[in-house]
């Protein structure tokens, strides 16, 4: 649902707004024990978005809080000229590689 939430936000987002489509990558790996996801797209940007999360993101963030407490980063970041980039990262499990 975590991964998702943050494509769906891409598309709705990043994509749907723009005249010229666009594309949205999505990767996923362990880095220090962490899981890291990572949903980029080359939409319009972060331009158009109020100040503050959406529902989407906002619903996440509770979900990732109740889950793993303090354990849990959810960093937006743009992407110049066009695009986002939504990067969740959490503790993974104990002996996955």
Not at 30 to 50: E, L
Request: with cysteine.
């Amino acid at each position: 649902m975590t991964l998702l939430t943050l494509v769906e936000n891409a598309v709705r987002h990043g994509i749907d707004p723009g005249e010229a489509g666009g594309r949205i990558d999505v990767d996923i790996w362990i880095r220090d024990g962490r899981c890291v996801m990572r949903v980029t797209d080359t939409g319009v940007g972060m331009r158009n978005v109020s100040r503050g999360l959406g529902t989407g993101l906002s619903t996440l963030r509770e979900r990732l809080k109740l889950a793993f407490g303090g354990e849990a980063q959810l960093t937006l970041t743009e992407i110049a000229p066009h695009g986002v980039c939504a990067e969740i990262s959490f503790p993974g499990r104990e002996g996955t590689k």
